[in-house]
C-alpha cells in the first residue's frame, strides 16, 4: 500500500513539473520568453531614444542601457539581426522597419501610461516611470489606442516628450514639461 502512495506522489510531482500548459516547466519557459521579449523590445527603445536624442546607439551604449554585459548585447543585437529588426554595420545600429514599428509601439505605450498615471490617477509622479516600465510591455496596439483614445490622443507625455503617432512619427521638438507650465 505504501509504494502507491510513492508512485502517486512521483506520479504527482511529474506532473506538477512537466503539465503541458500549467506546469513548473512550461510557466518557466513563458517567463523566459517574456524576458526575452522584454530584453529585445528595451534594446529597440533605446535605439529609438538614442536617435530622437541625436545618437548613435552602440553595442556598448545597449550593454550599459540594459545593464548586461557586451557578450551578451552582441548575441542580442544578432538575434535581432536575424529577425529583421535592425543591421549593425560599422558600429553603428540602425532600425529596420519592423524594429523601428516595434520600438516605438513600445516607446508609444510607455508614454501613453504616464499620461494615464498622471492624470486619472493617485499615482505619486515618482512611481509613473517605473511603472511605465512594466505595463509597456504589455499593452497590445489595440490597447495602446484606446487608451490614447480615452487620454484625448495626447501628443506629449507628463514629461514633455512626444508621443509617437498611431504611425509610428515621433516630434524631435523636445517640447515643454508639465511642471515648467505657469497655471492660468
Not at 506522489?9 to 513539473?17: E, P, T
Not at 522597419?97 to 493617485?122: D, I, K, N, Q
Not at 509622479?125 to 511605465?132: G, L, N, S
Request: aromatic share 4%; glycine share 8%.
Amino acid at each position: 500500500m505504501q509504494s502507491a502512495y510513492v508512485v502517486l506522489a512521483i506520479l504527482a510531482s511529474l506532473a506538477l513539473v512537466l503539465w503541458p500548459r500549467y506546469g513548473l516547466w512550461a510557466r518557466w519557459r513563458v517567463a523566459q520568453g517574456l524576458a526575452h521579449r522584454i530584453r529585445r523590445e528595451d534594446a529597440l527603445k533605446h535605439i529609438i531614444k538614442s536617435e530622437a536624442n541625436g545618437r548613435m546607439a552602440t553595442l556598448n551604449s545597449l550593454a550599459g542601457a540594459l545593464q548586461i554585459t557586451a557578450g551578451s548585447a552582441a548575441d542580442l543585437l544578432e538575434e535581432m539581426q536575424a529577425h529583421e529588426l535592425l543591421s549593425f554595420e560599422d558600429g553603428q545600429l540602425r532600425l529596420k522597419p519592423a524594429g523601428r514599428e516595434m520600438g516605438l509601439h513600445v516607446v508609444r505605450a510607455h508614454r501613453l501610461w504616464e499620461s494615464y498615471l498622471a492624470e486619472h490617477t493617485g499615482v505619486p509622479e515618482i512611481e509613473w516611470h517605473p511603472r511605465a516600465e512594466q505595463q509597456e510591455h504589455l499593452l497590445t496596439k489595440q490597447q495602446a489606442d484606446e487608451l490614447a483614445a480615452k487620454l484625448g490622443h495626447p501628443t506629449r507625455d507628463p514629461h514633455g516628450d512626444a508621443i509617437p503617432e498611431l504611425d509610428g512619427a515621433l516630434e524631435g521638438d523636445p517640447g515643454q514639461t508639465l511642471n515648467s507650465v505657469v497655471p492660468g
